[in-house]
């Protein structure tokens, strides 16, 4: 990549629209890289500029790329990927799960935006508090899942339940020789595990919704570390045309 300069404009005249998806899919992805490599450096151009970019996304938007994300406070996709005001769709539960109701929204965003956006990222995290919660409960080790605390509701239940799948599909900590308890390292990584395995499930799930895989948008999948900033991409760019 040539350059970390934003590669639109301020006055977006949706000109981008005759490209073909896989194009626009393409140059979105190019953008948020940069984007994040921006945050990174500490240099964001955006940031600045948003009391300019809402006076003139007032009456419209122009989002070029859906992100579902954690609701955790660290993970503001508009900051990591240093985007304005009116590029990015964003959709965020605790635990990063496509439901019936943020794919819903994508579709809406895809029916209803010109020119739609052509790049979905599922966005993970580490250390993320739902998974740990999953974790705990549906393969508690008392020693890491304390049981003080208030109960949860229902429906921070119900929540948890959507991430049963990427926890079951990991390895518990291994135990020591002589049933020792198996250690906090193991029990993170364990942890880990779910993160990563959730956001393939959950882009998995987006990339079969008949919707979205008509519209020929890509979907990608990354885990964003706490301690460095730093994107892990999961999935690879399809090729071109193709989720
Ligand atoms: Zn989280």
Redesign the pocket.
């Known amino acids: 990549m040539a350059t970390d300069a934003p590669l639109h404009p301020l006055s977006d005249s949706d000109s981008d629209s005759s490209l073909d998806a896989g194009a626009r899919a393409s140059d979105c992805l190019e953008e948020l890289i940069a984007g994040h490599r921006r945050y990174q450096r500490g240099e964001p151009v955006h940031y600045q500029n948003a009391a300019k970019d809402r006076e003139h996304y007032a009456d419209h938007q122009c989002p070029r790329v859906a992100v579902l994300?954690?609701?955790?406070s660290r993970?503001p996709p508009e900051i990591i990927f240093d985007q304005k005001i009116g590029h990015l769709f964003v959709l965020r539960v605790?635990?990063?799960f496509a439901d019936d109701d943020n794919q819903a929204s994508m579709e809406y965003a895809l029916q209803h935006f010109t020119p739609p956006p052509a790049l979905i990222v599922v966005l993970?995290?580490e250390?993320?508090?739902?998974?740990k919660a999953a974790v705990d409960c549906f393969d508690p080790h008392p020693q890491f899942s304390p049981s003080h605390g208030p109960a949860p509701s229902s429906r921070l239940l119900a929540l948890v339940g959507r991430l049963e799948e990427a926890v079951l599909g990991t390895k518990a900590p291994a135990a020591s020789p002589g049933s020792a308890p198996a250690d906090a390292g193991a029990h993170a990584q364990r942890i880990d595990q779910a993160?990563r395995r959730n956001v393939m499930i959950n882009v998995d799930k987006i990339r079969a919704n008949p919707v979205i895989r008509q519209a020929g948008v890509w979907v990608m999948g990354g885990r964003y570390d706490l301690d460095t900033g730093e994107i892990e991409w999961l999935t690879d760019p399809p090729s071109r045309g193709g989720a």
Do not use: L, Y
Not at 69 to 72: E, K, Q, T, Y
Not at 127 to 131: H, I, M, T
């Open positions: 994300a954690c609701a955790d993970v605790a635990g990063n993970g995290h250390r993320c508090g739902a998974v993160v």
